[in-house]
């Protein structure tokens, strides 16, 4: 589960700024907490960031989807690591951009930072803390041969092993990055929060695990078809049918069969799946029936299907998945209200919210411009965030509960939408009012 999250100099942000999953003092909707008893806290099951187009709200997403890519992928020597500082400002265009994770994996909290520019990782830390200990696992700096490892925790020939895999790790490579990569397990937990914990869904995108949802082998499968239903799509069914790979363009095919790996199934287009068994590559297309006025089940290819419906298609599996609680996943939708009715967003978040227990592990958080969502009876007022991006273009995230007068009785609609929380578009009323603001009209 995520803690908090903080950014510094990244695209927007250019002061630090901390988004944070820990539970206030308020007792609105206390039952869907999740309780770590451990460390005395409780995290938030979901958040949802409001704010006006360019106020930050998905440079928040992007700065955690670099992060991830920078944990999870391998960098060649040269590379540049594709830093997005702030840029509004002359002083930190070429200052470090800073990202810090505190992160609860298998009863553990760590607190992993890194801060970086296009060249090279400048520092990195990670810190593990059980019950009311905490110790700093190792702390690298640029200007030094070695990382700091825990003399206490690695010794002997664990610490030789570790300081070989720093030895190899470019100045443009993560030590936590490198460690995994040569077969280190000391640090894999926090490894594998990013690769498998945390997943990032942007708004052309869909979920990965919609080919496995979709197969009627699958214990979900049928749960996937009942809820389609239930949320009025007119689909009857799901099914992913045989496809005749001929049927498929000879150079996509080709590409595509260099990388979908034995055991494993890809997306090659919006319905069709491909997968490989024993050396050979299978397509299946995704088809949704309906059902004719003499009960026949008609198939439609998933183009043939409203915008709303495919983007449904898409991310109901996440939503699925987040009731399930089998799992720890942290799942950050950007702009989750795309293309979906308002009464539909809040039933899915509704019924997510409702499956939740205290021993839950699982996360939502999105970004939205419904405001029908903006709902005391949906969310606590510490699950609420605005963005909203100052005179010089930088970006604040402020969540509702700092506002002393945003009561629990309080419409915070009405409050949002006249302005008085901030995050909403400064827009004037006409051109000549621009024009006399910019000295073109006396």
Not at 28 to 34: K, M, R, V
Not at 103 to 114: A, D, H, P, Q, T
Request: net charge neutral; charged share 25%.
């Amino acid at each position: 589960m995520l803690l908090r999250f903080t950014v510094e100099n990244w695209m927007s942000f250019r002061d630090k700024t901390t988004f944070s999953m820990i539970a206030s003092r308020e007792k609105q909707h206390s039952g869907h907490l999740a309780n770590v008893a451990e460390y005395s806290v409780k995290l938030l099951p979901a958040a949802a960031i409001y704010g006006g187009n360019a106020s930050g709200k998905s440079n928040l997403i992007k700065a955690l989807r670099f992060a991830q890519e920078l944990v999870t992928n391998v960098s060649k020597p040269d590379d540049a690591i594709q830093v997005n500082s702030f840029r509004l400002s002359n002083q930190l265009s070429d200052q470090p951009a800073k990202f810090t994770f505190e992160i609860l994996v298998e009863k553990s909290i760590y607190e992993y930072s890194f801060s970086v520019i296009r060249k090279r990782v400048l520092e990195e830390s990670l810190k593990r803390h059980i019950k009311t200990t905490e110790k700093r696992l190792f702390f690298r700096q640029a200007e030094n041969s070695n990382p700091m490892l825990d003399e206490q925790q690695y010794t002997g020939e664990l610490a030789k092993k570790l300081l070989f895999a720093f030895q190899g790790t470019n100045d443009n490579q993560l030590f936590l990055t490198n460690s995994v990569t040569q077969k280190q397990t000391e640090f894999k937990p926090v490894y594998d929060w990013f690769e498998k914990t945390l997943v990032l869904i942007d708004p052309d995108a869909t979920y990965g695990k919609l080919h496995e949802i979709t197969d009627d082998r699958n214990a979900l499968y049928s749960q996937m078809t009942s809820r389609l239903c239930d949320l009025d799509s007119g689909i009857s069914s799901l099914r992913q049918d045989e496809f005749p790979t001929k049927a498929i363009p000879k150079g996509i095919l080709d590409s595509a069969t260099g990388l979908v790996a034995e055991g494993q199934t890809i997306r090659l287009r919006n319905d069709i799946f491909l997968s490989k068994k024993d050396g050979n590559v299978f397509a299946r297309r995704l088809a949704s029936y309906h059902r004719s006025d003499d009960g026949k089940e008609i198939p439609f290819i998933l183009s043939d299907e409203s915008d709303g419906t495919q983007r449904l298609i898409d991310l109901l599996p996440a939503f699925i998945l987040l009731e399930e609680n089998q799992h720890p996943l942290v799942i950050v939708i950007d702009e989750l209200d795309r293309s979906l009715h308002s009464l539909l967003t809040e039933n899915l978040i509704g019924n997510y919210l409702a499956s939740r227990t205290a021993a839950a592990q699982s996360q939502l958080i999105f970004t939205t411009h419904d405001v029908q969502l903006m709902d005391q009876s949906l969310f606590r007022r510490d699950e609420m965030w605005v963005t909203e991006r100052d005179r010089n273009g930088a970006s604040k995230l402020i969540p509702f509960s700092e506002y002393l007068d945003v009561r629990k009785d309080k419409d915070i609609r009405k409050s949002y939408l006249q302005g008085r929380l901030g995050g909403i578009p400064r827009i004037r009323s006409s051109a000549i009012e621009m024009c006399v603001d910019e000295g073109k009209v006396s």
